[in-house]
């Protein structure tokens, strides 16, 4: 028996972070279970996987004259210490190269694919019961949407991503503190990113979505640090980016306390007569 409530709010900042990373499993599962879902949702991010392959390859290649590049105060130093700094400084470039791509990656993947991750996005709400309130738009104001969101969010991702880039040659903290930070601020763009759909989809733009999630601050936090770590993993994001784009309407629910049902039946797409 399918029981439904409407989303409760969750009580400790340590319940809505796990609150939120349950939200990305659950996604993950309805996917497996789904398989048509899944290959749906792969195929944009195939495309967009083998443009980002194809550049970190070439990162990875350039990473040397990169560090020598960015470090020419070390040219005088010793052996030992000039190839210490421009290790770290190779590393610390790799990683914010990382980063940003994590970031880009889904944001281009978003674009790519709006039309498939739309469909899926609104299937998954179809199944909680529908979208209250829902606001129609067309093809083309939800596409020059997604691009102004996708702009907005590639120049946050960069800002931040020379920050960290910066804050990656302070000793020790450079080396611990700096990728958790990483992880909290790549969690919290990857959230608001993958929420687009969904709130667009009410009629709740850039500005509104920001307020909601800010209320929700932890919940949020806890559903795009899961999908930022997953991303993180070779192919996780190609293979998890149609989950991530489920949790993401179980998360917009969630946090506008909307009904979720405990066992949701994906809808099936609406037909066109």
Known sequence: MNVSQVAAPVVGAGNQFFAGARLFARGVGLCFRNPRLMLLGMIPALITGVLYLAAFVALAWNVADLA??????????????RSLTRVVAGAAVFGVGL?????????????????????????????????????????????????????RLIGLSVLFGVLLFIAGFIPILGQTVVPVLGAIVGGGLL?????????SRRGKLWAERRQVLRRNRTLALGFGVSVFVVFLIPLG???????????????????????IPDQIVVAPKPSSA
């Not at 470090?71 to 130093?77: E, G, Q």
């Not at 944001?107 to 129609?136: A, K, Q």
């Open 191 to 199: 959230a608001l990113e993958l929420t687009g759909s969904p709130f």
């Open 68 to 81: 020598t590049w960015l470090t020419p105060f070390a040219d005088d130093w010793s052996a030992a210490a």
């Open 237 to 259: 994001a190609i293979l998890f980016m149609p989950a991530a784009v489920v949790g993401a309407a179980l998360l917009t629910r969630r946090c506008l306390g909307q009904r």
């Open 99 to 151: 980063l940003v791509g994590v970031l880009t990656f889904t944001t281009v993947t978003l674009v790519i694919g709006d039309p498939f991750y739309e469909s899926i996005s609104g299937r998954i709400e179809r199944g909680c019961g529908g979208t209250p309130d829902e606001v129609e738009t067309s093809f083309w104001t939800s596409l020059g949407r997604a691009i102004v969101d996708a702009l």
